[in-house]
């Protein structure tokens, strides 16, 4: 299998706190896992490609500061977001190659997302 | 520059008729074409890919179509099913890991 979670699924907070988001590969090995944004009605929208034991890779735009991602072991990922304000408001989804499952390499499988609201 | 399109962001389909979903790409270097499945506040579900050495690949209900000259893809469903309502994406890679979208379309099965 190839399944993601992530925790939490839905989370409130009030302006200038931070945030962690976990993402976590439950039955593979993600070398690599990247983080989405996605806004209502929207498409997905790259925000950058965390890669086990070394820096992320943020895609143009995105801020490398406020959105802090670490990816410590090869099933975690997090993400905070740091000085959370309400423009920070979406849905964040993860999600994870898993290279070893057969199937192209570049086969991502998402986790379920996760709904920040900041007040 | 939006390199994988899908210009429908709307298709109803009666159920137990065929549905089909289109996705246009510009870029020719992508090779390994996707589609996922979405429900509201859900991550997306991957259904079925395509490598572009192939034009036809099947799994079950779904089949995706590729033709490389016009750049286009399609998403077959048949017979479409109640269970099938969601967004459906497209998605392109072209050996650089990442991948990128379409806008998606949101289909609508009507018993």
């Known amino acids: 299998g190839a399944v993601v979670s992530q925790h939490p699924s839905r989370v409130i907070c009030k302006s200038g706190t931070s945030v962690k988001i976990e993402c976590r590969s439950l039955d593979f090995q993600a070398t690599t896992m990247f983080w989405y944004r996605q806004f209502p009605k929207q498409s997905l929208m790259l925000m950058a490609t965390s890669n086990e034991g070394s820096k992320a890779t943020y895609e143009q735009g995105v801020e490398k500061d406020k959105f802090l991602i670490n990816h410590a072991s090869l099933t975690l990922s997090t993400l905070t977001v740091t000085s959370a304000h309400p423009e920070d408001s979406s849905f964040y989804i993860c999600s994870a190659r898993n290279a070893l499952a057969g199937g192209h390499q570049d086969t991502q499988y998402f986790g379920p997302g996760t709904r920040l609201t900041v007040l | 520059d939006q390199q994988v399109k899908q210009n429908s962001p709307s298709l109803s389909v009666q159920e137990g008729r065929i549905s089909i979903l289109n996705c246009d790409y510009t870029n020719s270097m992508f090779d390994y074409f996707l589609w996922y499945k979405k429900y509201p506040a859900e991550g997306p579900t991957f259904l079925i890919s395509?490598?572009?050495?192939?034009d036809k690949n099947e799994d079950g209900r779904f089949t995706v179509f590729l033709n490389k000259s016009a750049k286009h893809l399609s998403l077959h469903i048949v017979p479409s099913q109640p269970g099938d309502s969601a967004v459906y994406f497209c998605?392109?890679?072209?050996?650089?890991?990442?991948?990128?979208f379409g806008q998606g379309t949101r289909l609508t099965i009507n018993p």
């Open positions: 998605a392109a890679s072209g050996g650089a890991q990442k991948l990128v």
């Open positions: 395509i490598s572009s050495i192939k």
